[in-house]
């Protein structure tokens, strides 16, 4: 029988009152203290279009926002429509993080303008994708490749945006890896330091999985994100018949979605009114944790062998990888990531201090392949490729 809490009598009333009276707790991030590489006027918050929607509108606007309608979440080659891609976990993550930030009374743009762009930089094939890049990418230049960062590089290399620093904190510091009960800000004030923690980033994977949220805003983002797709990965490896839901059983924050996402947000919301923080009681967080290595045991560490990509979209990657940096070397001006990419990229005409086609040729091919949906690579392959004999094998809607 599904459990659902609810927020404490006191707690209820509490919130209430502040929505009568208009007394919140001080604590979401102020529009003013808002910080731009460029202070522009364009990006002036005016009274219909506040700061952070500047943000906002910028992310969905940007040309990689289509491509997140056919990127997996975390089954690959699947022809069910049923099962989550990426665009859907964003807004899903934004529902959430929104719902949560509401009753806190924090900032809400900043809030939708991080969880909307918080995967923008995520290649195709889901986090086993983002293995096989960061190995080739390593492999020619010793730096590393992870999708939180690269977020970052689409909004404010790739396409300079003059996106604030606030959003792109939240963005880079949302990969809750490394599980936390409690956020406490760390606070950013300027471009210089974050400009230096990114740079860390491409050297040092352990520093990245410990990048904490300099708003409360960002750390609502970051477990949100989990909230989102821990009980929904569950429903998507039953609709691909690789689970059941026997195999899920936590009788603390529940077993199914709709349960997990309410007594988690419950408890966030309980634990963090007024706070300085955000926060999971002791019961909640062992829980939550505990769920995540069920989804590991049971899901993610099976997801690629499931679509087999091992075999097939690894070396696919490897030679699409190698092809194209020779193309880059001869500027053969006919291949794809000249016509398909650098000219894609130009075409946005942002001033830039040096042309994106003079960044160092690895880079841009990296920048190439995490662009791409799971069918752009595939068909590229075939295009480079037309006599491999990779190949990759859908499972149908009626495949047993």
Known sequence: MP????LSKELTEKIERAKRTGEYPPVAFDDGKVIRRQNLAK?????????????????????Y?????????VFSLCKNDDITRRSLHVQLVSRIA???????????????????????????????????????????????????????????????????????DGIVSHNGELDCAEFYPEPLTDFAEFDRRIERCYQDEEYTTHLMPST???SVVRLADVIAYLGKDRQDAMRAKMAE?????????????AEIINNLVVNVIENSYGKPYIKLDAKHFRALSRSRRDNYERIYNYAAAFSRLDTTVKPMMAEIYGQLLEDL???NTYSPIFKYHIDYVNAAHYKRTTPYEASEPNQIVVDYIASMTDNYFIEL????????????????????
């Open 3 to 6: 459990k659902f809490e609810a």
């Open 43 to 63: 990006d002036t918050a005016t009274v219909w279009r506040p700061t952070f929607v500047h943000d906002i509108d910028k992310i969905m606007h940007c040309p």
């Open 65 to 73: 926002y289509n491509r997140y309608t056919d990127k997996t979440q």
């Open 98 to 168: 929104r719902t949560i930030g509401s009753a806190l009374h924090l900032n809400l743009d900043l809030i939708e303008a991080i969880a909307l762009g918080h995967d923008i930089g995520h290649p195709p094939f889901a986090h086993t994708g983002e293995a096989y890049l960061d190995e080739l990418y390593r492999e020619h230049t010793g730096r590393r490749f992870f999708h939180n960062v690269h977020s970052v590089r689409v909004l404010d290399g790739i396409y300079p945006y003059n996106i604030s620093l606030q959003t792109l």
């Open 216 to 218: 409360l805003e960002g």
């Open 245 to 257: 839901e026997s195999m899920f059983v936590n009788e603390d924050i529940g077993s199914i979605n």
């Open 329 to 331: 070397k001869q500027k």
């Open 381 to 400: 392959h075939a295009h480079l490729f037309p006599q491999s004999n990779l190949k990759v094998k859908y499972k149908g809607y009626f495949d047993e």
